[in-house]
């Protein structure tokens, strides 16, 4: 597994860091600071403002002359002293903060950061406190990244994976954040299934493995052909028969025998497993190619039942309710771009149901996302295309020559 490649965080991003810091410190400084202090502290961050990294030590280290235990001056010192790459000078100054005021999380991150560039054991510890406690969100992410980092070195890719999950919720637009968490997940899942393969290279698991692989790969006779092994080991394994379904029904949707057979492995499915809300849709899905729009509706109905929140489900009911209620349309519509905001399908839609109403305003919003969804996909499509990587199409998209009216 390779380690996170770190960013530099002391570059573009010191100067605000260090401004935040600073405001900060005036903040929780004493109530009533010497006007000296003040003053000083004013001029350190127009000198930061100015990126004047030298006037700004300066006045940092005219406070500590004045107060040697001010630990926002100390923080300050610290951060400029990273900035030059000293880890040592400003782990000091850090020491130094936290000796003032042992409850400042800022110190205690930055600290943590300058012990692992430091190769100092201390680090995981200082690391983690700190991730907790934090609350400003770029700092926050940037120890997370540390951390992660950290985890992978000590070859615990488990506690990586977690911390990464975290770090995609709190920042899901970051472009390191998902890519490390892509790569970490991919290692883990890359670990446990050749560690499957190891245990258990001839169990149903193995094969029902094999299968997904392939169907990402986008070779659904492949796939099909190990569900099927996987269910000639163990008839009764859990999931295969819903995914063998799935994979029949999109290898050949027009085809009334694979119909049957997808609606065979479907059933079977409910009986090992239990109903549910996409077992029901796609049973719906069939229904439709059937021609038979009475038992979609009632497997429609069903799936929302089971869990409203199901997109296939809303989109399904929304499209019976279109016609002659489009006012109903547009409540489950509503729901669906709400439960995936980049289904263009749903937005498509809705757009549609608006126009029906002649809300004439919503229906060109809805319907300008939609394009803008599609184009969006198309980009990602391409870039798959050039990691010669298989991209489903997004289930129930609109036809071409519909969106195009």
């Not at 965080?9 to 810091?21: E, G, K, N, R």
Request: glycine letters at 4%.
């Amino acid at each position: 597994m390779n380690p996170i490649p770190l960013r530099n965080l002391w570059s573009a991003s010191l100067t605000v860091l260090v401004v935040s810091l600073a405001y900060v410190a005036l903040a929780q400084a004493p109530s009533q600071p010497s006007a000296q202090i003040r003053d000083h502290f004013q001029r350190a961050h127009a000198a930061l403002r100015m990126n004047d990294a030298i006037s700004a030590e300066r006045e940092f280290r005219a406070i500590l002359a004045l107060d040697p235990k001010n630990f926002e001056a100390h923080t300050g010192v610290g951060i400029l002293e990273m900035g030059r790459g000293d880890w040592r000078g400003a782990s000091d100054e850090f020491h130094s903060a936290l000796a003032a005021q042992p409850t400042f999380t800022k110190a205690l991150a930055l600290l943590g950061i300058c012990q692992k560039r430091m190769g100092d054991p201390s680090a995981l510890t200082s690391l983690q406190k700190s991730f907790q406690r934090l609350q400003e969100k770029p700092l926050r992410v940037q120890v997370g990244m540390e951390l992660a980092s950290l985890y992978e070195q000590r070859g615990d890719a488990e506690a990586a994976g977690a911390l990464m999950r975290q770090l995609v919720q709190l920042d899901p637009d970051n472009a390191d954040v998902l890519f490390t968490a892509q790569r970490i997940y991919s290692d883990l899942a890359d670990d446990t299934l050749t560690k499957l393969a190891v245990v258990a290279p001839g169990s149903a698991r193995m094969q029902q493995a094999i299968a997904e692989k392939l169907i990402n790969a986008g070779d659904l006779k492949g796939a099909i052909e190990h569900y099927r092994k996987a269910l000639q080991i163990e008839p009764r394994q859990s999931g295969v028969h819903y995914e063998l379904g799935e994979a029949i029904l999109e290898s050949a949707r027009s085809d009334a025998s694979a119909q049957a057979e997808a609606q065979k492995e479907l059933e079977a499915a409910v009986d090992i497993d239990g109903d549910s809300a996409r077992t029901e849709c796609e049973l719906a899905e069939i229904a439709l190619l059937q021609s038979d729009s009475g038992r979609a509706l009632v497997h429609y109905q069903r799936a929302y039942r089971l869990n409203p929140n199901e997109l296939q489900a809303e989109i399904g009911l929304a499209r019976f309710a279109m016609p002659e209620n489009p006012q109903g349309a547009i409540k489950y519509l509503r729901m669906a771009v709400q439960s995936d905001p980049l289904n263009g399908s749903a937005h498509y839609q809705l757009a549609r149901a608006y126009q029906r109403m002649q809300m004439t305003e919503l229906a060109e919003k809805e319907l300008h996302i939609s394009q803008e969804i599609r184009k969006m996909k198309e980009q990602v499509e391409a870039l798959f295309h050039q990691m010669n990587r298989y991209s489903k199409p997004e289930a129930n998209e609109a036809p071409d020559q519909e969106q195009s009216q």
